[in-house]
């Protein structure tokens, strides 16, 4: 079972919302630069510490001078509201430099907060970030276009049993330090299209693998955003390593998302679909990188050979 941290909270009735934004360097081929400026407010709940209110105001503040700057919207003007915020989370995430907040207002019912900072990313990051929300509505890569992709790319193959390698895929590991075997059979189908290893789960197969899968759930939280919406956020990563091969320097992926989602749907249910979304992501992108590994050690067996 996908395992969250929920935050519930009720957002002020009248927020206060401001944004300032100063254009530079706006040309296509150079970065973007704002310096953003917003106010936001949030109720307190009984149960809140000194700071949860406090960090919920800063969050939403973050996302209101985002998008009152128009960095987004006045490249992409036709995105959906939904998609606008989104791809705000990530810039948020990724390119809000210097973030300084002040409390304005502190009392028994509600705080505020004034936010400064500034956002730097360049054009094309910021297609990527509209990009990558595009690409992943419709579907995740399949791995059999995976492979395909490999052997268009890559050289040398291991036509041998000697060549081919034992992939080990571990359990996953959660935030909190529990352990969970809910992923195992769902990533080994995703390696299991190589032309480079063989993949297994058997526990008594790691010691003699050449390469070990772990992967790791390192945050899953969801956010009250108000009485009818929720946002969630999930960050997978995934990680290679060999106890073997001491040429081996490791691979290390990481995927993360945001989504926001209608209050009475079933939270675990998108969670868990969201987590399958990044580890298929994440074991696309780290079978490319080890095939190409391998493929390259055998080429280098191959020419040492032929000297």
């Known amino acids: ?81 939904s998609a606008l915020d989104i791809i705000s989370y990530r810039v948020i995430d990724e390119y809000m430099l210097n973030v300084k907040h002040d409390v304005t207002i502190d009392d028994d019912s509600h705080v505020c907060v004034k936010l400064n900072a500034a956002v730097e990313i360049m054009p094309d990051e910021l297609a990527g970030l509209v990009r990558d929300y595009k690409n992943s509505e419709p579907a995740e890569f399949q791995a059999a276009e995976v492979a395909d992709k490999i052997k ?26 529990d352990v969970t075997d809910h992923y195992q059979e769902f990533l080994t ?27 790791n759930l390192a945050q899953a939280v969801v956010d009250k955003i108000d009485s009818e919406h929720r946002k969630m956020k ?7 390593t060999s106890m073997h091969d001491a040429e081996f320097s490791g691979i290390g992926i990481s995927q993360n998302h945001f989504i926001l989602f209608a ?16 580890l298929t992501r994440a074991a696309s992108e780290a079978s490319q990188k080890l095939d190409k590994y391998i493929s390259n050690s055998i080429e280098e067996k191959f020419r040492e050979k032929n000297k």
């Open 1 to 81: 079972m996908v395992k969250k941290r929920l935050f519930m909270y009720g957002i002020c009735a009248l927020a206060c919302m401001s944004a300032k934004a100063n254009f530079a360097n706006s040309a296509d081929n150079e970065i973007i630069t704002r310096f953003v400026e917003a106010e936001a407010c949030d109720d307190k709940q009984s149960d809140d510490d000194k700071k949860t209110a406090e960090n919920r105001a800063v969050d939403k503040a973050s996302i209101a001078a985002v998008k009152l700057s128009g960095i987004i919207q006045n490249r992409y003007p036709g995105l959906t509201a």
């Open 152 to 177: 268009e790319n890559t050289s040398f193959k291991a036509n041998t049993l000697q060549d081919k390698k034992l992939l080990y895929i571990e359990n996953m590991t959660m935030w909190n330090g």
């Open 234 to 240: 999930i960050n997978i990563e995934l990680a290679i």
């Open 263 to 278: 209050a009475d749907k079933d939270e675990q249910e998108i969670a868990d679909t969201l987590v399958r979304k990044l």
């Open 189 to 215: 189908g995703l390696f299991s299209n190589s032309d480079y290893f063989y993949v297994t789960d058997a526990p008594d197969a790691k010691d003699y693998a050449d390469y070990i899968v772990s992967p």
